[in-house]
């Protein structure tokens, strides 16, 4: 106990130093955009600080530029730096300081083929202490379904990152096999680089898209339109649109009749990085326990053994990494590990009952474990946010 309350003592000396910390590089990330403001003469190159800036200037045309201009900023800042969203009266007062999320930058190797064996299976291991306070307290601690990361539910409160729906989420399916995801693998948008956020960002400005807001199915085919032309200048197709809208559906699954910004955020990047990155790339992303999951489901899927499933199957486990939504069956590991015929409430069943014709009588063609890793990494990774909106619908 003497030992537990000394390490306390030592968290709170390095939270103070945190606040100091920040606060220092507070200060050094607003000086670059002083002195690139002073320099006149100097070239313009686009970064995500000058997008922030220029957001703030489009939206401060109105009758209360202050306050619009304010507000907008901070929109733009929170969606470049990856946070989430921060009402004006939620209280500091006796909470940890949120970390600086570091955005991911693209490796020289990163498009070569990763070294993921299917006979060599991974031992998954939890971290042994809190991520926020770095303090082992056994049973109490809850972990994240993606990564290795652990967390006490009051660090997390103190956070701010587990308020109401999200604190009974997490004790009650944290420690079952639908998992919990932590606020890191929560969040598709941490997955883009600099780059990559500069380019979503410059997108949603031109389709004057407002960070933080809600979208109804006419925002979202409005701004599915205006992208169809600006990449490939010319409308879009009917059918097109019709895949539109069932996408939207699927981001609203409580039929509210709009999407939450935190899905439509995680919606378009994981389009993002489907459409900049080869999935070489994007295999890298993968933790140990989604490898282990997609090992699982493969070997349940290859009966025989000789290494080949088939192409139905491996659409079939498509619609799998998403099963952990449904509330009769929230298992995650085990759905998967038995892939089988869809129930009706589950998103491949979604489609009508003609489309479902077309796909049963299919040429069998044998995928590989390589080929099934390639064609799932997308949906496993959208499968991420511990929200019930699917971020990429899969094919019928």
Known sequence: MGVLMSRRQTVE?????????????????????????????????GTLEQEVQEGEEEASAGPSQSEESSASKAAWERLRD???????EFDRANRFTPPAFIRPKRELHDDEPPDISLEQREQVVNDEMCEICEVWTAESLFPCRVCSRVYHDGCLRRMGYLQNDSAVELTETAHTDTGWSCYYCDNLNLLLTEEEMYSLMETLQKCKIIPETCL??????????LVHKQQFEQPMA????????????ALDPDKKGHIEWHDFLSHESIQLLQKLRPKNALLRLLTAKERERARTAFLSLDQD???????????RAQHTWFRKHQKE??????????????????????????SQEKVQ?????????????????????????????????PPA
Not at 361 to 378: M, Q, Y
């Open 329 to 354: 069956t929230p298992s995650c590991n085990v759905s998967i590990s038995h892939v089988g015929p869809m129930s009706e409430s589950s998103p491949a069943s979604s489609g009508s009952s003609k």
């Open 361 to 393: 009588p299919e040429e069998p063609r044998p995928v590989d474990w390589s080929s099934f890793l390639r064609d799932n990494v997308a949906y496993i990774l959208a499968a991420r946010p511990n929200s019930a909106a699917l971020h990429l619908q």
């Open 82 to 88: 990856g946070r989430g969203v921060e009402p004006e």
């Open 238 to 249: 009917e059918a097109q649109e019709e895949q539109a809208a069932l996408q939207f559906s």
């Open 13 to 45: 000396k390095v939270q103070k130093v945190s606040l100091a910390v920040s606060a220092f590089k507070d200060g050094l990330r607003e000086q670059p955009s002083t002195r690139r403001r002073a320099e006149a003469g100097a070239t313009r190159r």
């Open 216 to 225: 109804t199915l006419d925002d979202f085919l409005h701004y599915k339109h």
């Open 305 to 315: 053994g000789d290494g080949l499933i088939t192409e139905g199957e491996c659409r």
